[in-house]
């Protein structure tokens, strides 16, 4: 069910599909995802728009909090940047999830380097989980 639910999120989000979102390994509570930093992703200093970086991070956060099958709107989302990434590198994003309660939940995503490792941001989440259920 979780992989269902993942490759419907993957098809019909517009963002995801524009970052050319990779799926890693999706389970309930748990995502990793990856993506290529490409040349229309650079902001002006030549290094990795934080927007994309924020929207992968994002996306993973998406994939965890849905996986139970009831939708999940975020209510709020920060993240810290650590290092920048660079056109070429391939960036993970690693979404774990914290608490999870009938209504809330609580999200911690990494995104990191493919190559070594190296964090680039931190991103924390929170959602509101709604009765609906996600698939149409």
Do not use: H
């Amino acid at each position: 069910m979780v992989e269902k639910i993942a490759k419907f999120m993957l098809e019909n989000d517009k963002v995801a599909v524009w970052l050319n979102v990779e799926l890693i390994e999706v389970k309930k509570s748990y995502a990793k995802i990856a993506m290529v930093v490409r040349e229309d992703m650079l902001n002006a200093a030549g290094i990795c728009q934080g927007g994309a970086i924020f929207s992968l991070a994002d996306f993973a956060f998406a994939l965890a909090s849905n996986s139970y099958g009831k939708v999940a709107l975020a209510t709020s989302a920060n993240i810290n940047f650590a290092n920048p990434a660079f056109k070429g590198e391939k960036l993970i994003a690693e979404a774990k999830e914290l608490n999870r309660t009938r209504r809330t939940g609580l999200y911690q995503i990494e995104v990191r380097k493919e190559e070594n490792n190296q964090l680039v941001a931190l991103f924390t989440g929170q959602v509101f989980i709604k009765d609906k259920e996600i698939l149409p």
